[in-house]
């Protein structure tokens, strides 16, 4: 018998009137000689298939139980159900019930299985893949072009990130830079800026950044007369906006390596009058590239 486990047939009052009880037990055990009923829980002790046969009428009805659940019923007639004819109709009954749980038992097995090979592959890829949010911390060095090198600025720059969306980031923070400014001036240039970006996955271990980088700064020139017109004037302020594309290759699930770019133009440009005399303007395209890393928590 193929069944790893005993099969019980109950035969109520009613129906012992219209069958040969002693056939139909053992019609049943031939006829589930080939059907193999999964179990529920491969984990848990195997129980008995439970066979119940009861009168109806002038039918016979014939119920599956398993653990006290109930897995369906056939009637069969009740006509000239004494002897052979009536205890086959009641066997094959039974087999066609096994075999409905057969096949549901092996459905959600398969199911199981390709979950469980789903979760597992998503583990993998999750594995493979750099941690992405909620929080991350990009810290880099950044060089910046103002106005054609007219000024060439460098230096560190801190941002936190947030993620908002599936796809969604802001990146805020703060950016120090420091160099030379036109007419041998030096500039120094502290700006507080915020990026909306799009997160674009080239693969398991690359991503693109697209985005916009929208900042206000504070700016002190040295070396001049005066800003804005004042003389002995050197702090003043500016801002800038520029479009932002950047790729981060990943070096360990929670380490990316950033290499950014910017282009745009400063908004506000910096009237001042250097020592050589005349007036002169800090302006026009702003230019960056920077390297660095992103540290995301996990």
Not at 37 to 60: E, H, I, M, Y
Not at 129 to 153: K, Q
Not at 234 to 239: G, I, K, M, N
């Amino acid at each position: 018998m193929a069944l790893d486990a005993p099969v019980a047939v109950e035969i109520g009052d009613g129906a012992e009137t219209l069958l040969d009880a002693r056939a139909t037990r053992r019609l049943i055990a031939l006829e589930l000689a080939d059907v193999n009923v999964p179990r529920l829980d491969a984990k848990r002790q195997r129980t008995s298939l439970f066979f119940r046969v009861v009168q109806v009428g002038p039918d016979l009805r014939v119920e599956l139980w398993e653990r006290g659940e109930f897995h369906g019923a056939r009637v069969v007639s009740g006509t000239h159900a004494a002897g052979q004819l009536g205890a086959r109709r009641v066997a094959l009954a039974a087999a066609e019930l096994a075999r409905r749980l057969q096949k549901k038992r092996q459905v959600q097995a398969e199911r199981e299985r390709a979950e469980a090979v789903a979760r597992r592959l998503a583990r993998e890829r999750d594995a493979r893949r750099t941690l992405d949010g909620p929080l991350a911390l990009r810290s880099t060095f950044e060089v910046a072009d103002i106005g054609g090198m007219s000024a060439t600025l460098f230096g560190p720059r801190l941002l936190g990130q947030w993620k908002l969306a599936q796809r969604a980031r802001l990146d805020g923070g703060f950016t120090w830079l420091a160099g030379d400014a036109p007419d041998a001036s030096r500039a120094e240039w502290l700006e507080l800026s915020l990026a909306p970006s799009v997160r674009l996955p080239l693969g398991d271990a690359l991503d693109l950044d697209l985005g916009v980088d929208l900042a206000a700064a504070w700016v002190r020139l040295g070396r001049v007369r005066g800003v804005d017109a004042i003389v002995d004037q050197s702090e003043t302020w500016s801002a800038r906006a520029a479009g932002v594309v950047r790729i981060e290759p990943r070096l360990t699930r929670n380490l990316r390596l950033s290499v950014g770019a910017e282009g745009g133009l400063v908004l506000r440009e910096i009237p001042f009058e250097p020592l050589s005399g005349g007036t002169d303007r800090l302006r026009g395209a702003w230019l960056s590239l920077d390297l660095g890393v992103v540290f995301t928590p996990g």
